[in-house]
């Protein structure tokens, strides 16, 4: 780990997941360095997003370890809301508060958590919207959104606490073929500021552009790993060639 | 009619007033045990869940007048034979116990009910910006579940103002007991229980048109 030039933001080590007796995750390990954008892909039901869920805890640990920031999540004695304020989720249903407008969504968390005065919260709830092509969107109740509108709200509202870490877990897979644009160009920029995320994904095309690193996972497990180059020009495992060639 | 209108309308609206106080001390009670009993039964705790199902399945188990019985009889007999401790409880005190372990299992189930009908993610994408267990619960969850609760909850209002009648049986002197009074030196059965049926209703529409006008204000300023 030392030889590496960059931090690491996120180390996962044989990570095991069960729900009764299904076993999810059968030991996964990697580490996600500061500023990697890391795409997760694989078939439904490889445990791509219980990994995800897993790593702000959202999903308890059967056993293993996960290490974020040098706080081990899994330790009783932790404060994991303080943790939580650092990794900002996005969510395949997009989870916007139904009962506040944009606004609110964005500065509940700020203001609740006393992260910021109100004034301030607006200010940057407001430069957030900005961000996302949503400024005039701010009093609007998400009911009154599109989708992708929507989405890019949900991702101001996580960038609203002003994580280092984003993790995206299929953020473009319930919306309409011709919102997908709108939410990654949004996830691109956010990648090309430096922002570490790790992205649960169908969108091959912007798994191929923009990741550092792709992580194909099947039953539980990570199958290849490697550059976007190496997994989907040259991929070496008979599982990744068959997927591969299935949505491609 | 208009005899037992002039002599016992003011005895009969002096019950009416027994009759919703009972109501009101019986509904207060009862939405503090179906908030404490309904927000038991959600958390992520086996022995609180545990200790809300027993409470709802023993009140739904028994019917209120037996629960009446027991409460103004039953305990004060068991306190003095069994442990030798002299107490007695007012049929009002009695009274409201009663309406209110009634009406707090089913609002507990109202509860329990509306929380869990609001969608997972949102407390979720509450905890997963850093708001604890209840604040997510308090600021985001609840405010959305009660705008689907309060129909069930006006009904429930209703259905306890109506269940006071029955703590008649304890000597309350509520609306119905007083009626029976009225008709033990009247024997007008047919005229009394008429008027009697009448201020019910009377009552009973008023607090519905108040419910209503509570709940389209509710969805005025939150249109979603």
Same mark, same amino acid.
């Given at each position: 780990m030392t030889v590496r030039s960059k931090n690491v933001k996120i180390h996962v080590e044989n990570l095991v997941k069960n729900f009764g007796h299904l076993h999810v995750l059968k030991g996964i390990s990697t580490d996600i360095l500061e500023g990697e954008v890391v795409c997760v892909i694989g %078939? @439904?039901? @490889?445990g791509k997003s219980t990994f995800l869920r897993c790593m702000n805890r959202l999903e308890d640990i059967t056993s293993g370890e996960i290490v974020v920031d040098g706080f081990h999540i899994n330790d009783k004695k932790l404060n994991l809301n303080k943790i939580r304020e650092n990794i900002g989720m996005v969510f395949q249903h997009f989870n916007l508060f139904a009962n506040m407008n944009v606004l609110r969504n964005l500065m509940l968390a700020p203001v609740d958590l006393k992260k910021a005065t109100k004034e301030e919260a607006q200010a940057n709830a407001m430069r957030l919207l900005e961000t996302v092509g949503l400024?005039?969107?701010?009093?609007?109740? %998400? @009911?009154?959104? @599109?989708g992708g509108q929507k989405q890019r709200v949900a991702i101001a509202r996580a960038l609203a606490m002003n994580p280092d870490i984003m993790l995206f877990d299929e953020p473009t897979s319930a919306l309409d073929p011709e919102m997908v644009g709108e939410v990654l160009a949004v996830m691109k920029q956010l990648a090309k500021d430096g922002m570490t995320m790790v992205v649960v994904t169908h969108e091959m095309g912007f798994a191929r552009e923009v990741a550092d690193r792709v992580l194909f996972m099947d039953e539980g497990v990570i199958v290849e790993e490697g550059t976007p180059e190496e997994i989907f020009s040259n991929p070496k495992n008979p599982r990744t060639i068959d997927f591969l060639n299935k949505v491609l | 009619m208009t005899q037992i209108i002039t002599t016992y309308g003011s005895l009969l609206l002096a019950a009416m007033g027994q009759t919703l106080l009972l109501a009101l001390w019986g509904l207060l009670f009862g939405c503090i045990l179906g908030v404490i009993f309904g927000l038991a039964s959600v958390v992520d705790n086996k022995l609180s869940r545990a200790i809300s199902v027993v409470y709802v399945n023993l009140i739904r188990g028994v019917p209120m007048i037996v629960l009446a019985f027991f409460v103004f009889y039953g305990i004060p007999y068991g306190a003095r034979t069994i442990f030798g401790a002299r107490f007695v409880l007012t049929s009002l005190q009695a009274g409201t116990i009663c309406l209110a372990l009634n009406c707090g299992a089913y609002m507990s189930e109202i509860i329990r009910a509306g929380i869990q009908s609001i969608d997972p993610g949102q407390m979720e994408a509450a905890r997963s910006l850093g708001l604890s267990y209840w604040r997510s619960m308090f600021r985001v969850v609840l405010p959305q579940a009660i705008k689907n609760m309060i129909p069930s909850i006006v009904n429930q209002f209703i259905i306890t103002l109506k269940d006071t009648s029955i703590l008649s049986v304890i000597g309350f002197p509520e609306l119905v007991n007083k009626a029976q009074n009225v008709i033990a030196i009247t024997f007008k059965s047919f005229e009394t229980w008429a008027i009697v049926a009448v201020m019910y209703l009377v009552v009973i529409l008023a607090l519905q048109q108040v419910a209503n006008a509570l709940e389209r204000s509710l969805k005025r300023d939150r249109k979603k």
């Amino acid at each position: 780990m030392t030889v590496r030039s960059k931090n690491v933001k996120i180390h996962v080590e044989n990570l095991v997941k069960n729900f009764g007796h299904l076993h999810v995750l059968k030991g996964i390990s990697t580490d996600i360095l500061e500023g990697e954008v890391v795409c997760v892909i694989g %078939p @439904s039901g @490889s445990g791509k997003s219980t990994f995800l869920r897993c790593m702000n805890r959202l999903e308890d640990i059967t056993s293993g370890e996960i290490v974020v920031d040098g706080f081990h999540i899994n330790d009783k004695k932790l404060n994991l809301n303080k943790i939580r304020e650092n990794i900002g989720m996005v969510f395949q249903h997009f989870n916007l508060f139904a009962n506040m407008n944009v606004l609110r969504n964005l500065m509940l968390a700020p203001v609740d958590l006393k992260k910021a005065t109100k004034e301030e919260a607006q200010a940057n709830a407001m430069r957030l919207l900005e961000t996302v092509g949503l400024a005039d969107k701010a009093e609007s109740y %998400p @009911s009154q959104l @599109s989708g992708g509108q929507k989405q890019r709200v949900a991702i101001a509202r996580a960038l609203a606490m002003n994580p280092d870490i984003m993790l995206f877990d299929e953020p473009t897979s319930a919306l309409d073929p011709e919102m997908v644009g709108e939410v990654l160009a949004v996830m691109k920029q956010l990648a090309k500021d430096g922002m570490t995320m790790v992205v649960v994904t169908h969108e091959m095309g912007f798994a191929r552009e923009v990741a550092d690193r792709v992580l194909f996972m099947d039953e539980g497990v990570i199958v290849e790993e490697g550059t976007p180059e190496e997994i989907f020009s040259n991929p070496k495992n008979p599982r990744t060639i068959d997927f591969l060639n299935k949505v491609l | 009619m208009t005899q037992i209108i002039t002599t016992y309308g003011s005895l009969l609206l002096a019950a009416m007033g027994q009759t919703l106080l009972l109501a009101l001390w019986g509904l207060l009670f009862g939405c503090i045990l179906g908030v404490i009993f309904g927000l038991a039964s959600v958390v992520d705790n086996k022995l609180s869940r545990a200790i809300s199902v027993v409470y709802v399945n023993l009140i739904r188990g028994v019917p209120m007048i037996v629960l009446a019985f027991f409460v103004f009889y039953g305990i004060p007999y068991g306190a003095r034979t069994i442990f030798g401790a002299r107490f007695v409880l007012t049929s009002l005190q009695a009274g409201t116990i009663c309406l209110a372990l009634n009406c707090g299992a089913y609002m507990s189930e109202i509860i329990r009910a509306g929380i869990q009908s609001i969608d997972p993610g949102q407390m979720e994408a509450a905890r997963s910006l850093g708001l604890s267990y209840w604040r997510s619960m308090f600021r985001v969850v609840l405010p959305q579940a009660i705008k689907n609760m309060i129909p069930s909850i006006v009904n429930q209002f209703i259905i306890t103002l109506k269940d006071t009648s029955i703590l008649s049986v304890i000597g309350f002197p509520e609306l119905v007991n007083k009626a029976q009074n009225v008709i033990a030196i009247t024997f007008k059965s047919f005229e009394t229980w008429a008027i009697v049926a009448v201020m019910y209703l009377v009552v009973i529409l008023a607090l519905q048109q108040v419910a209503n006008a509570l709940e389209r204000s509710l969805k005025r300023d939150r249109k979603k």
